[in-house]
């Protein structure tokens, strides 16, 4: 491809405003005449609320309005309808919400929800998934009397809000055929998300229309105004979202959490807007995490490591709610098995709910922690068999045109090309599994693979307005959030109209006027927002000739369009460049030039079996890479540095290589402190270590890791210019690469994340 501006190292075109403070993030909304709300929350994890006594509260002045759960029964949820705004006959998590406080500044807020006074009745506490699944407590005791507008499957009288099944052949016969049979589990922590921006929202409701407006960093705005349109029964098109910028998202973003209090507070306010802005303990308290996950599997395989039979169970702590736990069970669930061919396979997740805050969506959305555990699996196998890891991979993994164990016709894959190329960025057959350093420490290098779908089936629009200067505005919904979006889908409408980078611009996000798109999650931007503009390109291309054609008073079958020239063919003299439209004068007078383009997956998917989960295409992209590790520990401390990381990535292409290599740079980091140091700690539903200090997440002296990173260009047939995504695959193999190093260098089956020193130290006793 003969390209100026795709596949090029283009700088962000948000750096500058980002860099110099210029940014509006949710806090900096600040709006005339708005009032500042705070949240009195539980102080336990599970109890009866007896009752609530909000009359200190109210007679505190400066204070503008008090409301219980009382006030406002009604529940909400994208999959299942489970939560309430505010808790109201009981609470099922410490720190939910159980009264909430408008006052007209944030410190006599907080003294007036500190005022409210809460009696409560104790109830035994859900603590773990073991204590879930004896079902001796039931945190909800009815599930059929929730609304279920999602894809959920909760089972009555018991703790599981969601189920998912996979089938694929014979397990049993499977297992029989097998020479060798592994049986593994791998536990993953709870994580926080910890971004630089806690959750806020500003609220405002018209006394007069009864529109409600929130200013919100929110991931998914046309996700979340369903959500909230119904959680306070007004029409959707009474419910504005105007996004402001991401201060960090990784999937705490995606659902609403303060929004809700915001606009609850609002209804109560006479028409003044309420700010309500998150602590960092309430962060870390009372918004979201990633689910604590236990993994159990069993493979059988022959003597040669040819991989028959898995069969994997996946049970989910999607904490007091339900929340997004069904669409991270699906997820992970059809990635459980890894980028593997096996004839038989069956996978089966469960979402439970207990008494901790909500276990929900996080970067990857379920597939790191099903990587750690086959990838754990995989290490085990060649040990019990006498194989080389990678060898053992590479015997197994799926290529064009093998069936996964979705039972699709694989496409477009080079995770072998991937494994290879992460082994060659750590030397892999320069040095043994393992060996001892200079300075006595114990050394070894592990590796992992994966395997990751996309939102399917999902639909994205855009608009391209021709400005009379022949600049270019993009209408798309997409959100900024690090992953380099307002400088992908402009470099993509660049290159299709033939206009100067510099002379896009990217409107923001606000749902009165902005174009659907259903999520920014699932690494779809780039595939489903690409492919909308070059389809909206191409209406701007084509008035563009019906203009020309008439100002050189041609027929328009007579013009072209090549590189932003608009030309009458054999007459080099009629001709115009797009960025010259003003000087022209073609768009004096004449219709608006705009495009619009959508691209939907609706009729490329194929629904699975309700019963197996087949399906001949699940999703329209898979994404696939791998990573190398070599780690370092220290055998009298314990203490483990990781030292390299040989990546390589199928990005199909790279639209800005850059970028795509920043969206591998920065998960390796996140993903060692999953591997090594993150960890929420709950004890009776208590949270132990709900801040920045005794929560560690990996700092600037954590990143001296010396990186290696191959972007390999498998291109997709239905990408826009053959592109896949980035911006979650990154993270996929990182702890599950580091834990298999960690376990060669002390000779260990260590099979939970965060690795800590002392497990390592107790394995050597051992």
């Known amino acids: 491809m003969d390209l100026k501006v795709v596949g090029k190292p283009v700088a962000r075109k948000d750096a500058i405003e980002k860099v110099t403070g210029q940014t509006k993030f949710g806090a900096d909304i600040d709006l005339p005449g708005q009032l500042y709300g705070a949240v009195c929350r539980s102080t336990y994890p599970h ?5 609530v006594n909000t009359e200190m509260a109210l007679k505190l002045p400066g204070v503008r309005a008090v409301i219980t759960g009382k006030d406002y029964t009604k529940l909400y949820g994208q999959f299942i309808e489970d939560q309430p705004v505010i808790a109201f006959d009981k609470v099922r998590y410490q720190g939910e919400p159980v009264a909430l406080v408008a006052a007209e500044d944030l410190l006599t807020a907080q003294e007036a929800a500190r005022l409210i006074e809460i009696e409560y009745e ?8 073991d204590e879930a699944l004896t079902n001796e407590t039931l945190l909800h005791e009815d599930w059929s009397k929730y609304n279920i507008p999602g894809a959920c499957h909760p089972v009555q009288n018991t703790n599981i809000g969601d189920t998912f099944t996979l089938r694929k052949g014979d397990i049993e016969q499977g297992f029989k055929e097998s020479d060798l049979v592994v ?7 709870m994580l926080q998300h910890t971004t630089i921006e806690t959750h806020t929202a500003t609220a405002y409701v018209n006394q007069i229309t009864g529109e409600i407006t929130v200013y919100t960093p929110a991931q998914s705005p046309f996700t979340i105004r369903p959500v909230l349109a119904k959680a306070f029964n007004v029409p959707l098109e009474k419910i504005r979202i105007i996004c402001t910028a991401i201060g960090g998202g990784f999937g705490s973003k995606y659902e609403v959490r303060a929004e809700p209090l915001a606009i609850a507070l609002a209804l109560f306010t006479n028409g003044r807007p309420v700010k309500l802005q998150f602590s960092r303990e309430e962060e870390f308290m009372a918004s979201v995490a990633r689910a604590p996950a236990q993994i159990h599997l069993k493979t059988g395989v022959k003597k040669d490591g040819t991989l028959v039979a898995q069969q994997v169970k996946i049970y989910w702590d999607t904490g007091a709610y339900v929340t997004t736990g069904p669409r991270v069970n699906y997820n992970a669930g059809f990635a459980a098995c890894g980028p593997y061919k096996i004839p038989h396979a069956w996978v089966d997740g469960y979402c439970l709910v207990t008494n901790k805050s909500l276990g929900t969506a996080y970067r990857g959305f379920g597939v790191p922690e099903v990587a750690c555990a086959h990838e754990f699996q995989m290490d085990c196998i060649a040990k019990e068999l006498g194989l080389d890891p990678l060898e ?3 015997k197994n993994v799926l290529e064009e045109g093998d069936i996964s164990v979705t039972g699709e016709v694989m496409q477009s894959i080079a995770v072998k090309e991937c494994l290879e190329e992460a082994a060659k960025n750590i030397g892999w057959y320069d040095k043994p599994l393992n060996w001892t350093t200079q300075d006595g420490k114990l050394a070894g290098k592990g590796i992992a693979c994966f395997c990751k779908l996309t939102g399917t089936p999902s639909t994205t629009s855009t608009v391209l307005k021709l400005n009379e200067n022949g600049s270019l505005t993009i209408q ?3 959100r900024e959030m690090g992953q380099g979006v307002t400088t992908v889908i402009p470099q993509m409408a660049a290159e299709a109209l033939g206009i100067s980078l510099d002379k896009i611009h990217m409107a923001p996000v606000d749902t009165a006027y902005s174009p659907y798109d259903k999520t920014t999650t699932s ?13 909206a390109a191409e209406q701007i291309k084509e008035q563009l000739l019906d203009l020309a054609a008439k100002y050189f008073q041609v027929s328009p079958s007579q013009m072209e369009y090549v590189d932003g020239v608009i030309r009458c063919k054999g007459e080099p003299t009629k001709a115009i460049h797009i960025e010259d439209i003003e000087a022209s004068g073609i768009l004096k007078e004449q219709p608006p030039v705009i495009g619009n383009g959508t691209y939907s997956t609706l009729n490329l998917y194929y629904k699975p079996d309700p019963l197996t989960r087949q399906s001949k295409r699940p999703t329209v992209m898979w994404m696939f890479g791998a990573q190398a590790a070599i780690t370092e520990v220290d055998p009298a401390t314990g203490c483990i540095k990781l030292k390299t990381i040989g990546a390589a990535h199928d990005v199909g292409y790279a639209i800005n290589p850059v970028g795509c290599l920043q969206q591998i740079e920065g998960p390796i980091i996140m993903g060692l402190g999953h591997a090594l140091l993150e960890e929420m700690i709950y004890e009776n539903g208590i949270l132990r270590n709900g801040n920045m200090v005794d929560y560690k997440v990996p700092t600037f002296q954590d990143s001296d890791v010396e990186m290696k990173i191959t972007l390999v260009e498998k291109q997709h047939p239905e990408g826009p210019f053959g592109a896949k995504g980035i911006g979650e695959p990154g993270i996929c193999p990182v702890a599950a690469a580091i834990v298999n190093s960690v376990n060669a260098a002390c000779e260990a089956n ?10 390592v130290l107790f394995r050597k006793e051992d």
């Open 122 to 129: 104790p109830l035994p506490v859900v603590n773990s998934i």
């Open 183 to 189: 049986e593994n589990k791998f536990s993953c922590s």
């Open 392 to 394: 053992l991979r590479l």
């Open 47 to 51: 109890a009866t609320i007896k009752n």
């Open 476 to 478: 798309y919904s997409g």
């Open 750 to 759: 260590l099979n939970s994340i965060p690795i800590k020193p002392e497990h």
């Open 523 to 535: 690494s779809r931007s780039t595939f489903h927002g690409g492919n909308a503009v070059l389809m």
